[in-house]
């Protein structure tokens, strides 16, 4: 559908309406203190937006950077006892790299992307609400994160410096722990943990200011004729991540402290040494970590949910169980995180217990793709890039899930642990699905955000590079990780070589395609003003204007049911769809029908 731009937009029900310097929250202040102390909720999710899209930025440079490494690992340093040794720097150079890595994308980004900026940006829409529920509170959970990422990019760039031979304290030194920050690795390396640890713990603050922010929004603000039944299923799920945030992140808080504080002073928490335990440290990591998996992975599939009804133009099939899908993936998050320690030394009854218990999500995470495949079934669907990433997404989620069984079963996971294979169960799950759904939602949500239409060619296209380059870089892990290569190596043998290779390939591809999904979002700056509701979806962002007044609404709406489309017509002078005044509850001027 293309149309030339015009200079008018419309509103829901298809009447032309004159852009108004100021109306739009975009316009509605000038300058950058008007930014920098905004309490509007869209504005601060673009902040994030900008934000966090530079740290994946950092964090994928990263990864390119190892990728590349690993090109030549079998041919550094020399052979002992039939594996490649590489040198010490090469090692060193290594350690640091990946740590930095995996600290900004799952800190800096994975974590943040959906709820700080989908959640902030479209929650208070969907709930037809003028803003979240403390707007102070959401702006400090923001400057809580630039805190935090600030201590992280000092580390960063003092590594850098002391690669080049230039003189740095110890507290930027740069990072080589990994980034889960192990004992006795943290507790004994010369580089900056404290200062790592620190911005972690000043991170994990934005985090539960957010979560209280949700909860508190969807108790509080939810209008009238919107019960819990009749929310959007992206409401669930930032309801639940919300819980996570709340109820997890303070555990990972603590362990970071009492860490900085065995750097510090010695305390013996961790350290044999000191009658400490670093076992210890792991049950605490992964007590907050594996639910943090699903602080990442919860918001995505809300997006998908959203996604998949819409472009189907079919109510959401089994929303209920959908919706305490959502609940219980967060609830088995909290009591599942022992399998991440089969090898470490608990009881074989224990290691029963949490293998049973982990193979017990995969029920709540199968119901969501079978509902989502139910109400595609017979659906009028519409193969745009939103729905192009919400697909993907379920190839991903479904191939990530069924290797987990793998690492569920203790036979497998003793040979799995620590192998390649681990690698690329946790890109899938982790990255490959939560990056799929943030870019489905960005391209979802982006009309409504910045009122243009961006480049559907382009959007597929990108979508392409991505989906070939992904599953290029990272399914060829599994099988190189059967074979018994060990992960977090920066040398091996010669057998890996090609796996390497074609891995390293498919990241060059997938990172051309982030390239034309970042160009195809800036060029939209030039592209054809959006309608009101481009896709015909009845959830209450839909029911204003593109983008939003700083107000989100010009009346308050009704809630009625999220995925009854039948009310909505495509209009083609305006190549979106319009609504029958008669049956929109939300208007003043008529009677609600619903």
Not at 74 to 92: H, L, Q
Not at 120 to 135: C, E, I, R, S, T
Request: charged share 10%.
């Amino acid at each position: 559908m293309t149309v030339a731009d015009k200079p008018i937009t419309t509103d829901i029900y298809g009447q032309p309406v004159e852009p108004k310097p100021g109306n739009d929250y975009i316009t509605h202040s000038k300058g950058v203190l008007s930014w920098a102390l905004t309490l509007d909720h869209k504005r601060i999710g673009l902040m994030y937006l900008v934000a966090v899209l530079a740290a994946f930025a950092i964090g994928g440079f990263f990864a390119i950077f190892l990728r590349t490494m690993l090109l030549f690992g079998s041919k550094v340093g020399e052979t002992r006892m039939g594996f490649e040794v590489g040198a010490a720097a090469w090692n060193d150079f290594y350690n640091q790299a990946f740590t930095l890595h995996g600290a900004i994308m799952v800190f800096m980004f994975i974590i943040p992307a959906i709820p700080a900026v989908l959640g902030n940006f479209a929650l208070p829409l969907q709930l037809g609400a003028k803003d979240v529920a403390f707007p102070r509170l959401n702006l400090l959970s923001f400057y809580c994160w630039c805190g935090g990422s600030a201590l992280l990019a000092a580390i960063l760039f003092g590594g850098i410096l002391s690669a080049f031979g230039i003189a740095m304290p110890q507290a930027l030194n740069g990072l080589d722990t990994g980034w889960t920050f192990y004992t006795p690795y943290s507790t004994t390396t010369q580089t900056g943990v404290v200062l790592a640890t620190l911005g972690a713990f000043i991170l994990g603050f934005s985090s539960i200011l957010t979560g209280l922010n949700f909860v508190a929004t969807i108790h509080m603000l939810k209008p009238k004729g919107m019960g819990w039944f009749n929310m959007p299923l992206f409401l669930w799920a930032m309801y639940a991540t919300a819980v996570i945030q709340i109820l997890a992140t303070p555990v990972l808080a603590i362990t970071l402290l009492l860490l900085c504080a065995e750097n510090l002073i010695g305390i013996g928490v961790f350290d044999p040494k000191l009658g400490g335990d670093p076992v210890l440290f792991q049950h605490f990591f992964w007590f907050y970590s594996h639910p943090a998996v699903y602080i990442m992975i919860l918001p995505g599939l809300g997006v998908v949910s959203e996604i998949i009804s819409t472009f189907s133009r079919k109510h959401i099939f089994g929303y209920k169980f959908i919706a305490y899908s959502s609940v219980a993936i967060a609830l088995f998050g909290f009591i599942v995180w022992g399998h991440h320690m089969f090898t470490s030394g608990q009881s074989a009854m224990i290691n029963a217990i949490f293998s049973l218990l982990t193979m017990s999500v995969a029920i709540p995470s199968a119901i969501k793709v079978f509902n989502w495949l139910a109400t595609m079934y017979h659906g009028k669907i519409r193969v745009e890039t939103p729905m192009l990433y919400a697909m993907g997404f379920i190839w991903l989620f479904t191939i990530g899930g069924l290797t987990g069984l793998f690492l569920a079963a203790l036979s497998t996971d003793i040979y799995f642990h620590d192998t390649y294979f681990v690698v690329a169960h946790f890109h899938y799950v982790m990255v490959g699905s939560t990056l799929f759904a943030f870019l489905g939602g960005m391209y979802y949500w982006f009309p409504k955000m910045f009122g243009r239409m961006y480049n559907e060619t382009w959007g597929r296209i990108g979508w392409a590079f991505c989906f070939v380059g992904f599953n290029a870089t990272f399914f060829i892990q599994f099988i190189a990780g059967s074979k018994g290569m060990p992960r977090r190596y920066a040398t091996f043998v010669d057998d890996f070589t090609w796996y390497h290779h074609l891995s390293t390939g498919g990241s060059y591809i997938l990172t051309i395609g982030l390239f034309i999904v970042l160009a195809n979002w800036i060029l939209a700056k030039r592209g054809r003003r959006a309608p009101a509701n481009p896709w015909g979806g009845n959830q209450l962002e839909w029911h204003t204007n593109s983008p939003p007044p700083h107000a989100n609404f010009e009346y308050d709406p009704v809630g009625t049911d999220p995925y009854h489309f039948h009310d909505w017509t495509y209009d083609e002078k305006i190549d979106g769809y319009v609504l029958d005044p008669e049956h929109d509850p939300g208007n003043p001027t008529h009677a609600p029908v619903h």
